[in-house]
């Protein structure tokens, strides 16, 4: 990207600098939004949401039904479904979006085919032969596709089958160096795979060259490589033995280093390259925690680990600040054109945001010199957690070694008060990226040792109320919120805080409904944090937090009330109802405001005819699963594609965890899933129909 484009990223810093308003960020915003695209992603969502519910409420009434029907039927009922698939497959073309569906229908079903057969027959075969035989059989369906999506499908699938076979296969037999080697060879064969996509088929191909399913390669071969190079560097085994297992650790990590020296001198992406790094550290992390296996963790050792995690991270921080500068005008001549446009032309921009080109220019090269992707954020935030766990571990022997274990609860309270001022001043003066990551554990890490010591002195004094904890930790999340610009520490605090009062009014006071009144509490501040520019904050992470809270609250503390969170002291039916209408108000209030508030909007997003029936849907669903589909309408109506790709994720997530919901009938889930997918269908097909109608004209 060079300076002649300007990305969305450069909001954010005309915020902070006081360029942009509240009066003004939605339209600018607006600005970067391509419309075209976000209809394109929304048509595709819709399917894809339809096909899903429907196919888990065929799935759940059969669940529901499946010991009183036949054998016969049993296998008559998928076998159907494996022909159906492959049929509309076909008939609907291999390249169109529901062709393509029904193709990793059809896939899936086969393995559902198998374990149909595993249980009918109840046959002696290990674990591993059903997904060996389900990868074997559906690589042809996988070959004919046409469609990444689909490879992604059965790579997974046969990844399963491998460490399946690895696990009953080897290690029940007593060879757990045949199934290390066997996990070794996949990952070998998956780092060639990416070399041979690149090298041949990307060129040829246009259909294979999606920029996903090469990092989806990459992942894969680091996620393999790093389990191969762990479970021969640690086991213990003969001297004979030992040779050969340390020699295949090294063809590990040799791979890995020779995977990402290609990378770098002739594919270099920012992500592929990360990824392969994060693969290493967790490697050389392994080495050094070796060095000292034997060792006794007395101070001094943790002192030396402390300070060998500091380089790491500082050697991490420059390589992902050298990536960027390499992959800052790396082109990969075989890549997909990003089918996600995020930046404007300068002018177009200069324009738009009434700023000097000058200005921007200036202002986007700084960008591009210091802000890193967020995978790199979150990797330099988890070696920052490890390199202050370590430090904590080592000042805490040392203070505990003059503690006065009798008043320990006011020590540990004045302690973490000290962490957490020191940490909360110089963090809030940091902006250098490791440095930040390790002031971020240690202000998290003080607020802990607060909290806890505050606990601990009311209880030794027998006054615990805990009203007086809970209030401290509003006030300290607050403090991150308001004192702190990092997207972690402000997410984390405005999760902990929801955590917090959910805990203190659902299960301590006991309130009814109280989940109703945090899920408004939490909307609401989610659309202004999401519009609004705070005291030159934008504070969007806060706001992906509480939008995300009903979705983890409704299954965090147990099963016992999808429909709704608390112990509400009316019937379970009314219960249900209040519920369901609550979600529809609370949803549709959002959408009200998030389209009146923003005067760049000329008609409703989404239109009217669309948003009605997934207003019905949000009513059909329980409240986590009504918050999820917020989230995907929020995403698509600003134009935020991280909150509409959590909310589809945080939707799949629902459906998994919907299954073990007990106070449901697998039959009524299974109406209620058909339902909803029934719905998304019609909308899906009424927004097609109306796209159609406009190209027309």
């Known amino acids: 990207m060079t300076s002649e484009r300007v990305e969305a990223g450069i909001l954010r810093p005309l915020v902070h600098q006081g360029k942009l308003t509240s009066d003004n960020y939605l339209s600018a915003l607006e600005t970067f939004r391509d419309r075209q695209w976000w209809e394109s992603w929304a048509m595709r969502a819709l399917f894809a949401l339809a096909v899903g519910h429907i196919l888990a409420g065929v799935i759940f009434f059969f669940a529901h039904n499946w010991f009183g029907l036949p054998d016969n039927l049993k296998f008559g009922l998928v076998g159907s479904g494996i022909g159906l698939s492959i049929l509309l497959w076909l008939t609907l073309g291999l390249d169109s979006l529901a062709g393509k569906s029904f193709g990793i229908v059809a896939t899936v079903l086969v393995g559902v085919m198998f374990a149909v057969f595993g249980q009918v027959y109840q046959t002696p075969a290990l674990l591993h032969t059903p997904f060996v035989l389900w990868a074997a059989m559906t690589l042809s369906f996988a070959a004919v596709s046409r469609n990444l999506a689909h490879w992604a499908v059965w790579i997974v699938i046969a990844i399963v089958a491998m460490f399946a076979y690895a696990e009953t296969g080897f290690y029940i037999a007593g060879q757990p160096l045949a199934a290390d080697m066997l996990i070794l060879v996949a990952a070998l064969f ?20 999606g920029s996903w399913f090469r990092l989806f390669l990459i992942a894969i071969s680091g996620v393999l490589l ?131 080109e000058n200005d921007l220019s200036a202002l986007q090269e700084d960008i591009e010199a210091k802000e890193n992707p967020w995978y790199i954020e979150m990797f330099l935030a988890l070696a920052g957690m490890i390199t202050a766990g370590f430090g904590v571990a080592f000042f805490g022997l040392i203070f505990s070694s003059f503690l006065d274990f009798e008043n320990f609860g006011v020590a540990l309270l004045i302690a973490g008060l000290t962490v957490y001022i020191g940490a909360l001043i110089l963090r809030s003066n940091s902006n250098q990226g490791y440095l930040r990551h390790l002031l971020n554990t240690f202000l998290m890490v003080g607020a802990a040792m607060l909290i806890g010591g505050i606990g601990l002195a009311l209880e030794q004094r027998s006054a615990l109320n805990w009203g007086i904890p809970v209030f401290a930790v509003l006030i300290l999340t607050a403090l991150n919120i308001a004192f702190v610009r990092d997207a972690i520490i402000e997410f984390l605090s405005a999760l902990i805080a929801m955590g917090t009062l959910y805990f203190y009014l659902g299960y301590y006071l006991n309130i009814a409904y109280f989940d109703i009144i945090l899920v408004v509490f939490a909307t ?36 016992d009330g999808v429909f709704g969170f608390g112990n509400p002291t009316e019937g379970y039916e009314f219960s249900r109802y209040t519920y369901s209408f609550a979600g529809v108000i609370i949803a549709a209030a959002a959408i009200v405001y998030l389209n009146v508030t923003n005067p760049a909007f000329k008609s409703w997003r989404p239109p009217l005819f669309v948003l009605a029936p997934l207003l019905i849907v949000i009513g059909l669903f329980p409240f986590g699963g009504a918050s999820a589909l917020l989230l995907i309408l929020t995403g698509y109506i600003l134009g935020h594609r991280t909150l509409a790709i959590l909310g589809v994720l945080l939707e799949i997530y629902y459906l998994y965890m919907f299954y073990y919901e007990l106070s449901i009938s697998l039959g009524t889930k299974s109406y209620i899933l058909m339902a909803v997918g029934v719905v998304f269908l019609g909308v899906w097909y009424a927004a097609n129909r109306h796209q159609n109608k406009e190209a027309l004209t």
Do not use: N
């Open 524 to 559: 609401g501040l989610a659309m202004v944090f999401l519009t609004r520019v705070l005291k030159k904050r934008l504070l969007t992470a806060a706001a992906s937090a509480f939008l995300i809270y009903p979705v983890l609250a409704s299954f965090s503390f147990g099963f």
């Open 226 to 356: 790093v389990t191969a190079f762990t479970s021969t560097f640690w086991p213990w085994r003969s001297d004979a033995l030992k040779a050969l297992s340390y020699g295949l650790s090294a063809v590990a990590f040799l791979t890995a280093l020779g995977l990402g020296l290609y990378l770098y001198k002739f594919r270099p992406t920012l992500a592929g390259l990360s990824i392969v790094t994060f693969t290493m550290t967790a490697m050389i992390v392994q080495m050094v925690l070796k060095l000292f296996q034997d060792s006794t963790w007395h101070t001094g050792v943790i002192l030396m680990v402390f300070l060998i995690f500091i380089g790491i991270t500082i050697v991490l921080g420059a390589l992902f600040k050298h990536y960027m500068r390499l992959t800052h005008t790396a082109v990969d001549p075989s890549a997909e054109k990003d089918e996600t446009p995020r930046d404007i032309s300068l002018a177009e921009a200069s324009g738009a945001l009434a700023i000097p």
């Open 190 to 209: 998956s780092a060639a795979a990416v070399l041979i996509l690149d090298k041949f088929l990307r060129p040829t191909y246009p259909w294979v060259r």
